[in-house]
């Protein structure tokens, strides 16, 4: 299981469409997703403050588009403080087909930030 953090608006519009593209997907050539350990450090280093997020919960081997674990990779080229330079993420290089997402599970930032939800696949 692989897991990426989206809005709602993007996730229901993904629903209408068919499919999902995160805006990285043209600008930077993949979607950035996260292990389960990996997925708290990333929401707390870049959603901090953000409102009606879903983790989208997703089945690595029902993707159709191509998966590879790679170095953390940011727009701006700094490591986050949540990174080890060892640390490899998943990135989907494609569009993520619905039928791979298994759950969007309503993702909260608590008063210490944000955790995993008890409710995760």
């Keep these: ?3 990426h953090i989206t809005s709602g608006a993007a996730w229901a519009q993904a629903q209408m469409r068919g499919q999902y593209r995160a805006p990285s997907l043209a600008s930077e050539g993949f979607i950035h997703c996260s292990t389960r350990d990996q997925v708290p ?3 707390n280093e870049f959603y901090r403050g953000k409102a009606d997020l879903r983790l989208l919960c997703i089945n690595a081997d029902k993707l159709k588009c191509e998966l590879r674990w790679e170095a953390a990779a940011h727009p ?3 490591m986050a403080p949540h990174s ?3 640390a490899r993420f998943p990135h989907l290089y ?3 087909n ?3 997402v298994v759950a969007a599970v309503a993702f ?3 008063d210490s930030g944000f955790a995993l939800p008890p409710d995760l696949p």
């Design 1 to 3: 299981m692989i897991y």
């Design 41 to 43: 450090g990333v929401a």
């Design 76 to 78: 701006d080229g700094v």
């Design 84 to 86: 080890r330079d060892d």
């Design 94 to 96: 494609g569009a993520l």
């Design 98 to 100: 619905l039928e791979a």
């Design 108 to 110: 909260k930032e608590r």
